[in-house]
């Protein structure tokens, strides 16, 4: 009885643990993950970012030595629980999942890298060139000015052709919807009794128009004559 409370206290302080040392690998995972995000990213890693990466490295072993300690308290347990089967494999598939995520993340930070490094090794390389040779430097210029020209053109063309859709789309749907009430008026009219009711409303509504502004004018009146 002793040995099975000594168990389940050991197993309860190692998965709290691995749940602390888990927390803390999710938080240095997205701060890791900012490295690659830098507009611009340091031709070779930073202090920062070779000390967060070996934190990483150590969480991740010291996670992998508790589950496996864990492991052995279910091992060794004559009747475990199908609980703590399900907190064991939850933890070690988030392990799994967090190696992945510091993998991918350090791969994509050295591609980034790479394409930075390479991008200003290209603009160090043009920028010299034209130094050496200002005409063609000045040539160059000419040459980027157009094209930001012809960009710019293309964005005008772009966005009057959308205006002119805009607009026959309007056209469009002017024309349905005059076909609708077109429809409209000729089945009404071949409904009997449809049209003289249309008449009945449209009188009782200038009727009531009428009525409205005599009393307005009236009241109008009464204000100014006793004022």
């Known amino acids: 009885m002793a040995a099975t409370t000594s168990s389940t206290q050991g197993w309860a302080q190692l998965r709290q643990q691995a749940r602390s040392l888990e927390t803390q690998t999710e938080m240095l995972l997205h ?10 990213i340091p031709p070779k890693p930073t202090d920062e970012e070779r000390h967060t990466e070996t934190r990483l490295q150590e969480l991740l072993d010291k996670r992998e030595s508790v589950i496996s300690h864990l492991t052995r308290i279910l091992t060794s347990d004559p009747s475990p629980s199908a609980m703590k089967q399900n907190n064991l494999s939850l933890l070690s598939a988030k392990l799994s999942d967090h190696r992945r995520d510091l993998s991918r993340l350090r791969s994509t930070l050295e591609s980034a890298r790479t394409r ?5 090794s290209v603009r160090d390389d043009i920028s010299a060139y034209r130094a050496a040779n200002p005409e063609q430097g000045e040539a160059d210029y000419m040459l980027d000015e157009r094209g930001r020209l012809d ?9 009057l052709s959308q205006a002119y859709a805009v607009q026959d789309s309007f056209a469009s749907q002017r024309e349905r919807l005059a076909h609708i009430n077109r429809r409209i008026t000729l089945a ?8 003289t009711l249309i ?3 449209s009188a009782r509504k200038r009727r009531d128009g009428i009525i409205m502004g005599s009393f307005i ?3 109008f009146l009464m204000f100014w004559f006793f004022s």
């Open 31 to 40: 701060t890791y993950a900012q490295f690659s995000n830098q507009t611009n």
């Open 116 to 120: 930075a490094n390479l991008l200003g």
């Open 151 to 159: 960009r710019s053109h293309d964005v005008a063309d772009s966005v």
């Open 188 to 195: 009404a009219s071949q409904v009997p009794g449809i049209n």
């Open 199 to 201: 008449t009945r409303i």
């Open 217 to 219: 004018a009236f009241c």
